[in-house]
């Protein structure tokens, strides 16, 4: 069964600073790995989505890279701002299911 | 665009009463999904249905039934509710389950259930 991990599970960053999340996932046999925020009382709202093919995907401040023979992906946010406080998720979708297996997620603090 | 919409937002329920969450989406998509949300346990996969007229387990079927009433309806019932199933609950959706680009999975704003 597929474990994805990430650490830490929560951060807190001056405003300005560049950071670095981290995704760990077991099976190495995905389809894709999508980035997802979530705030408080909401849902997940999808940031990056970067195919089992790619190596990153950039959009805004944000990027994130996929080493699927590593089973790692990192989401860099650079120059950050309180509106980025929330809790970063990763997903894997299976390379031979229908099903997405989420991490536990980071919660992120970023003080003005 | 109202994307994926569930309700209801919120309820408390009794021990052994049932309820049904509803869901729809509106963006033609063929799967959709069940999660519950706990505190240090992330997401975890209750049932999805691949497409109209399938339904499959997930990782925490037990409690639960779906429905999948056409392609825009999901639904998730709890027949004699716990307090183990108190949490908060997504209902989800995506397109196709092939090898196209994207396919990327689109959630709702999330039901709180409390159980008492």
Same mark, same amino acid.
């Given at each position: /069964?597929?474990?994805?991990?990430?650490?830490?599970? =929560?951060?807190?960053?001056?405003?300005?600073?560049?950071?670095?999340? +981290?995704?760990?996932?077991?099976?190495?046999?995905?389809? +894709?790995?999508?980035?997802?925020?979530?705030?408080?009382? /909401?849902?997940?709202?999808?940031?990056?989505?970067?195919?089992?093919?790619?190596?990153?995907?950039?959009?805004?401040?944000? +990027?994130?890279?996929?080493? /699927?023979?590593?089973?790692?992906?990192?989401?860099?946010? =650079?120059?950050?701002?309180?509106?980025?406080? =929330?809790?970063?998720?990763?997903?894997?979708?299976?390379?031979?299911?229908?099903?997405?297996?989420?991490?536990?997620?980071?919660?992120?603090?970023?003080?003005? | 665009?109202?994307?994926?919409?569930?309700? $209801?937002?919120?309820?408390?329920?009794?021990?052994? &009463?049932?309820?049904? @969450? &509803?869901?729809?989406? %509106?963006?033609?998509?063929?799967?959709?999904?069940?999660?519950?949300?706990? $505190?240090?346990?992330?997401? #975890?996969?209750?049932?999805?249905?691949?497409?109209?007229?399938?339904? %499959?387990?997930?990782?925490? $079927?037990?409690?639960?039934?779906?429905?999948? @009433?056409?392609? #825009?309806?999901?639904?998730? #019932? @709890?027949?004699?509710?716990?307090?183990? &199933?108190?949490?908060?609950?997504?209902?989800?959706?995506?397109?196709?389950?092939? #090898?196209?680009?994207?396919?990327?999975?689109?959630?709702?704003?999330?039901?709180? @259930?409390?159980?008492?």
């Amino acid at each position: /069964k597929q474990e994805v991990t990430q650490i830490p599970a =929560a951060l807190s960053v001056p405003e300005g600073e560049n950071l670095v999340l +981290n995704c760990s996932f077991t099976d190495s046999a995905i389809y +894709n790995l999508q980035w997802f925020r979530q705030d408080p009382g /909401k849902g997940l709202t999808s940031l990056l989505l970067i195919q089992s093919s790619q190596r990153e995907q950039t959009s805004g401040r944000l +990027n994130a890279s996929l080493d /699927k023979s590593s089973g790692r992906s990192t989401l860099y946010i =650079a120059a950050s701002q309180p509106g980025d406080s =929330a809790t970063y998720l990763c997903a894997v979708r299976s390379n031979t299911g229908n099903q997405f297996y989420f991490g536990t997620g980071t919660s992120l603090t970023v003080i003005p | 665009n109202a994307g994926v919409t569930q309700t $209801p937002k919120f309820q408390v329920l009794k021990t052994g &009463q049932s309820m049904t @969450l &509803q869901c729809a989406q %509106d963006m033609n998509h063929n799967s959709m999904y069940w999660y519950r949300q706990d $505190p240090g346990m992330g997401l #975890r996969l209750i049932y999805y249905s691949a497409s109209e007229g399938t339904t %499959d387990k997930g990782e925490v $079927p037990n409690g639960y039934n779906v429905s999948r @009433l056409n392609k #825009r309806e999901f639904s998730l #019932r @709890l027949e004699s509710a716990a307090p183990s &199933q108190t949490s908060v609950y997504f209902c989800a959706s995506s397109l196709v389950w092939a #090898r196209t680009s994207g396919n990327t999975i689109y959630f709702g704003e999330g039901s709180w @259930l409390t159980v008492v």
